[in-house]
């Protein structure tokens, strides 16, 4: 840790990143950046989908503008298709217990 600011010291600014500041809010994000796209991960599994929808939340919340609003479109696409699914499981399983 650093004595001064209190934050841990990100290791690709002893390997990758020689030379910048890692005092620099611009050079962390770069540093955060490039672990994100050198991460190989399985997609497949639950923890990696959970991981997936984490990074669209990280992703959609430090994003503006017109990427923020597609994020928010997004999001409500996909509650409305599970409230339109568990709607029709609702309406099969009254119909199922009808009989």
């Known amino acids: 840790m650093t004595e001064d600011s209190g934050t841990e010291r990100h290791p690709r600014f002893d390997d990758d990143l020689i030379g910048l500041d890692p005092d620099d809010p611009e050079a ?3 540093a955060e950046h490039l672990d994100r796209m050198q991460r190989c991960d399985p997609a497949f599994t639950v923890e990696g ?3 997936g929808v984490a990074e669209f939340a990280d992703g959609s919340n430090r994003a503006g503008g017109l990427r923020w609003w ?3 479109l997004v999001v409500c696409l996909i509650l409305m298709g599970v409230l339109v699914s568990a709607w029709d499981i609702l309406g099969d ?3 199922w217990l009808e009989r």
Request: proline fraction near 0%; aromatic fraction near 8%.
């Open 93 to 95: 399983l009254l119909a």
């Open 70 to 72: 597609v994020a928010v």
């Open 49 to 51: 989908s959970l991981r």
């Open 28 to 30: 962390r994000a770069f």
